[in-house]
């Protein structure tokens, strides 16, 4: 619902086509074999039995009349001719059984979930693309073609559809009329719903909300524009703004398990962004048109905020100071690399540390700010603080130092201001859109029920997993998929028995997290217990008409739960998202993997086919318990403690093998974005790591299902297919997707992960077993001799 979210976050998949020119034909000869099945015999019979005389060959014939005998004659030749071509029918009908059998189809699915698939599956193809060519294309092409990036978004794509489809059902939920027997929270949230939907109220009450605000933080309600402005206390005005509004100023504030002991919990603290992207900021000349944009939309807000003809000088004051802020931070690159080292220390020792040339930055009321009205008092000299970037929190305080108090509380201000004024009137959030339809190519808003059912659902997440649960899932549906998911962890672990690259001992270890790994599926049990969920929503309450002040509550408890949690032991059970979440998750400090029942949908999952539920969501699987095997994942152990575990060779050949996959993703060049874009193959190594691995595991987890299972069903319309071809189907079509080339270019130069495409073609190209499905002829596009291979 802020600003940011809307208007920054969304900066934030050789066999040859077999010749077949109708699809007439093909059903025609598919009619053919079903009755050469219902009666295998029949068709030959007769020819040769003894008892038709029109069966005698040329020299047997009757040496009587010459006219019959011209008769008999041109009868055997009709005969034979005849035979000649039952016979050959005969070929050709168990030759196209062999083709219908070849993976041991039994029988043709006609569940509505095949059928539906099937359609899918179908319409989603492009046959006239090579599948050792480009994949993807032969796999999307049609989804593409038929799926436009609608109106109102930047991006279109398999999880965009799903989380479409999961909006509509909340909405539906939300919209519905209170029972007498619904559950408060289930209540709350839509009380939520129906406040954040009444903009009436919101227009009423304007600007007031935030003026209460501003003072409580100790910021003035009015821009400072004078050339002299009062001292701030700038350190609590952060803590306070972290409190109030759990927005980070300057540094990045949140309490987490001890990287190093999980069990106890810290404070953690690292470099944080300002408004806009540093990847822009620090590339004014590659991206000189969104500067500009950002720039001409900070003015016009403040315009709003009666900054009159001072409005482009503060634009540019903010724009110049966000650089340097850019300047100063590590980045992605660096942050991943081995050298990127944390730090724990007390904060007496952190101030020490961050004061060496100037003091700028006062920790300890910094925290008091944090922490005020809470359980936890702050001891600077035993409490301590993981500290994940030291250089920008040393350089942080020089910065301060050298830039004119004035610019510093204009930026303060600033950061507050843009982002909370979207709760309110609308007019900013058309300022929002005006900027997101020039940097990303927004054509429509987005419908306030939309942005409505989201915020809910962020707020009441568990809540509303209770209620759709109910209605779109099921206990039978969570044990199947744990069934998939306990196949991938046992193709995992015989895959780590077969590795050359790992020592005896490494490989042991391996095993040990693997099996250590927390396993999540659907949604947390304990939300079917009324007495647990009204007491994870203890202390919550909407304000009905009032959606800014709600906000602020909602927040003061979800900030003070996760404070208070510093004194509190680490819940290792415990979910990272809600069950209406359409994505899936790995956490490195939980050793946790985590399938919502959100994605647990089609094209994911339920497919009817299990090898396109395991090429789909199987390889989802796959990718996320690879994450703990990642060049991040890897760090940690079986507890989620930071640790080395690994050999110096293992990991020597560890480096070698992600150096390959690093070049091999690097070389993705995007030409339609022009200036030179490429996949970065460093930042998006660790989502490659596990596309690979994923893949792999779900091939290997799908044979072992199919060695329990030989029944094996065809889909309609695409019998001429093996199961392992549409497994690699399945995979490749839940990544068909559309972007803009504004939202592309964020994706590519903020995101983690390569770009769909990119996905699907290095994935299965690094891939024997795909070159073996699709009989891609060696050094084809698909299928290069060398591949990059770890897991």
Request: overall charge negative; glycine content about 6%; some cysteine.
């Amino acid at each position: 619902m802020s600003l940011r979210a809307d208007v920054i976050a969304v900066a934030k998949r050789e066999r040859r086509n077999r010749e077949v020119d109708d699809d007439g034909e093909k059903v025609e000869e598919e009619r053919k074999m079903r009755y050469k099945v219902n009666d295998p015999e029949n068709n030959g019979r007769g020819v040769d039995d003894g008892n038709n005389k029109n069966s005698e060959l040329p020299w047997q014939c009757n040496h009587g009349d010459e006219k019959s005998s011209r008769k008999e004659t041109r009868l055997v030749i009709i005969v034979v001719l005849l035979t000649i071509t039952v016979i050959t029918l005969i070929v050709t009908l168990t030759l196209q059984m062999i083709v219908f059998y070849k993976e041991e189809y039994k029988e043709m699915c006609q569940s509505e979930e095949c059928i539906k698939t099937a359609a899918r599956v179908l319409e989603a193809m492009n046959k006239s693309v090579d599948p050792c060519d480009d994949f993807y294309r032969f796999a999307c092409d049609g989804w593409v073609a038929k799926h436009p990036i609608p109106q109102s978004q930047v991006s279109w794509d398999q999880l965009s559809l799903l989380r479409e489809y999961l909006l509509q059902d909340l909405r539906i939920l939300l919209e519905m009329p209170d029972e007498e027997d619904d559950l408060r929270p289930v209540k709350l949230a839509r009380a939520l719903y129906k406040t954040c939907m009444d903009t009436a109220s919101i227009e009423t009450l304007g600007l007031e909300p935030i003026f209460e605000v501003f003072e409580k933080i100790g910021l003035p309600a009015d821009p400072p524009l004078q050339v002299k402005v009062p001292s701030l206390d700038l350190s609590q005005i952060a803590g306070r703004t972290r409190r109030i509004l759990g927005l980070n100023l300057l540094v990045n504030f949140y309490i987490s398990e001890d990287i190093r002991d999980t069990t106890r919990n810290r404070i953690m603290t690292e470099q944080v962004s300002p408004a806009f992207s540093e990847r822009y900021l620090l590339d004014p000349q590659r991206f000189q048109s969104e500067l500009g944009e950002y720039k001409k939309y900070i003015k016009a807000m403040m315009e709003f905020a009666g900054a009159g003809n001072r409005s482009t000088s503060f634009a540019d004051e903010i724009l110049e100071f966000s650089t340097k802020i850019a300047k100063i931070m590590d980045t992605p690159e660096e942050r991943r690399s081995v050298h990127h080292f944390f730090h724990d220390v007390t904060i007496d020792e952190l101030q020490q540390l961050t004061d060496l040339r100037v003091q700028q930055w006062n920790w300890t009321r910094y925290l008091n700010g944090i922490f005020e009205n809470t359980n936890v008092t702050i001891n600077t000299e035993s409490d301590k603080v993981i500290v994940m970037d030291l250089h920008y929190l040393q350089k942080l305080p020089q910065l301060l130092a050298i830039t004119p108090p004035a610019t510093i509380a204009r930026f303060i201000w600033w950061s507050v201001y843009s982002a909370i004024t979207p709760l309110t009137l609308q007019k900013f959030r058309d300022l929002g859109f005006q900027f997101s339809q020039k940097v990303f190519g927004l054509k429509e808003k987005t419908p306030r029920w939309k942005g409505c059912t989201g915020n809910v659902n962020a707020n009441f997440g568990m809540a509303l997993s209770y209620v759709y649960a109910q209605k779109h899932f099921n206990e039978q549906e969570r044990e199947k998929a744990l069934e998939m998911l306990m196949d991938i962890r046992a193709a995992f672990d015989a895959m780590v028995k077969e590795l050359d690259w790992m020592d005896a001992d490494t490989r042991l270890r391996a095993h040990k997290k693997l099996y250590a790994m927390r396993p999540f599926v659907g949604f947390p049990e304990w939300i079917t217990n009324p007495e647990k969920l009204n007491k994870f929503y203890e202390g919550v309450e909407v304000i009905q008409g009032k959606l800014f002040e709600t906000f602020l509550k909602l927040t003061d408890v979800g900030v003070k739960k996760n404070l208070n949690n510093l004194r509190e032991k680490p819940d290792k059970n415990r979910w990272i998202s809600t069950g209406t979440t359409v994505n899936a998750f790995y956490s490195a400090i939980l050793n946790s993997v985590t399938f919502p029942a959100g994605i647990l949908h089609p094209p994911f999952y339920g497919n009817g086919i299990e090898s396109i539920n395991y090429g789909a969501m199987g390889a989802i699987m796959g990718h996320e318990l690879t994450h703990g095997f990642d060049d991040q994942g890897r760090r940690y152990d079986e507890n989620g403690n930071l640790r080395q575990w690994w050999s110096d060779e293992t990991l020597q050949h560890y480096h070698e093998k992600v150096e390959c996959i690093i070049k091999q993703y690097s070389s993705y060049h995007l030409p339609e974005l022009g200036n030179n874009f490429t996949v970065n193959g460093i930042t998006t190594q660790g989502e490659n790591i596990a596309d690979n691995g994923g893949i792999r595991e779900a091939y290997r987890a799908y044979q072992r299902l199919k060695a329990r299972n030989s029944h094996q069903q065809a889909l309609p319309g695409l019998s001429e297919y093996t199961h392992e071809q549409l497994f690699f189907l399945g995979f490749a079509q839940v990544w068909c997707g559309n972007y803009t080339n504004g939202a592309l270019k964020s994706k590519l130069i903020e995101g983690v992960h390569a770009p769909n495409h990119y996905r699907v073609i290095g994935t299965l190209s690094n891939n024997a077993e795909f070159a073996n499905a699709w009989k891609c002829s060696t050094n084809s596009r698909m299928n290069p001799e060398h591949k990059c291979i770890l897991w």
